[in-house]
């Protein structure tokens, strides 16, 4: 699909029920929507990437007769490679699932995190949003390269995070969703409600979102986003 840039990331937990969380301690906002922005007062550095792979499954022929007789088409698996600057520590380590062990530390928990996701872009010829949703999914980190600076460089380390999609019934059951917003149907809040059920983050005009606070211990900044 045609698109053009990275415009922002959006995530949330999830609670067993399958709502977004609206609670700043147990959830990433007060909103149940969190976005990973480029706000230095919430510890965000903005995403430089995020590369969605799996979109659908890989064709398998059937044949018979010595001939193809039809095609058996898998399901999809999508997961998608964040390489974001600098993620909120709080929200990064809520998102793995880790647990905080009363002295600054954050341990994995026996069972991942189920979390929402919405990856916006844009129509090359419009800039009008594209948004592909994840209505649900686990994050995982899987290395941390850390590496020595030098007398001429200093060398730093993105957040480098994997989500793994799963199947949303919200979705007829798949995994994923794209929403083009120059459709002349597409709302806004709708989407946002439908990935991340009873957030308060995106208003019902559709022109923007509610303010968010930000999470405990990241900077005490109540901010509004576009």
Known sequence: MAAIGLKMLYTGLKAADGSAVLDV????????????DTDKSKGNLGTKSANITGLSGTPTKITGNNEVVDVSNPPSAPSVAVDSNLINYLVKEKILGRVSNGK??????????????????????????IYFCFGRGVFNETAQNVQTNTDTAETREDDN??????????FSG???????SDDPKFDKKAMFDEVFPGQTYVTADNTGATGTTTPTGSGDTTSTHA
């Open 104 to 129: 600054g530390g954050y341990i994995d928990a026996d069972t991942p995190v189920e979390c929402g996701l919405i990856v916006e872009s844009q129509s090359p010829i419009t800039y009008k949003p």
């Open 161 to 170: 995070l994997t989500f793994t999609a799963l199947n949303y019934a919200p």
């Open 25 to 36: 301690d147990q959830g990433l906002s007060a909103t149940g929507v969190y976005a990973l």
């Open 174 to 180: 798949k995994p994923y969703a794209v929403f083009h």
